[in-house]
C-alpha cells in the first residue's frame, strides 16, 4: 500500500504562483510512475502533469508553458510549480501513484484563484 499526502494548496490572484508537494509513504518501492490530477467544480477529474519512470513529463495543453512537475518517484515525492495562474486552474489538485497494479490518491488539496 502506499499512502499520498498533498500540500501547499491556497488562495492565490491570478498571475500569482503556488507550488504542490506531495510525499509518499507506504510501499513506495512500488511506485512506477506519479502523477498531478484536478477537478473543478461540476467537472470530471483531469490529468494535468505527469512525471514517467525514466524522468519523461507530460503536460495538458492547457498548463503547457506554466506549469512544471518534478519530483523523484523512487523516493516517493511529487511537486508542482504553478505559475501565472488563471481563474480556471481553480480546482481541488490530487497526486495520483501508479504500480504495476494499482493506483493510489491523496486526499486532495484545494487551489483557488481569484482577484
Known amino acids: 500500500q502506499v499512502q499520498l499526502v498533498e500540500s501547499g494548496g491556497g488562495l492565490v490572484q491570478p498571475g500569482g504562483s503556488l507550488r504542490l508537494s506531495c510525499v509518499a509513504s507506504?510501499?513506495?518501492?512500488?511506485?512506477?510512475?506519479m502523477y498531478w490530477y484536478r477537478q473543478a467544480p461540476g467537472k470530471q477529474r483531469e490529468e494535468v502533469a505527469g512525471?514517467?519512470?525514466?524522468?519523461?513529463?507530460d503536460y495538458t495543453d492547457s498548463v503547457k508553458g506554466r506549469f512544471t512537475i518534478s519530483g523523484d518517484n523512487a523516493k516517493g515525492t511529487l511537486y508542482l510549480q504553478m505559475n501565472d495562474l488563471k481563474p480556471e486552474d481553480t480546482a481541488v489538485y490530487y497526486c495520483?501513484?501508479?504500480?504495476?497494479?494499482?493506483?493510489?490518491w491523496g486526499q486532495g488539496t484545494q487551489v483557488t484563484v481569484s482577484s
Open positions: 495520483k501513484a501508479r504500480s504495476r497494479s494499482k493506483s493510489y
Open positions: 512525471l514517467i519512470s525514466g524522468g519523461r513529463t
Open positions: 507506504g510501499s513506495i518501492v512500488t511506485i512506477i510512475n
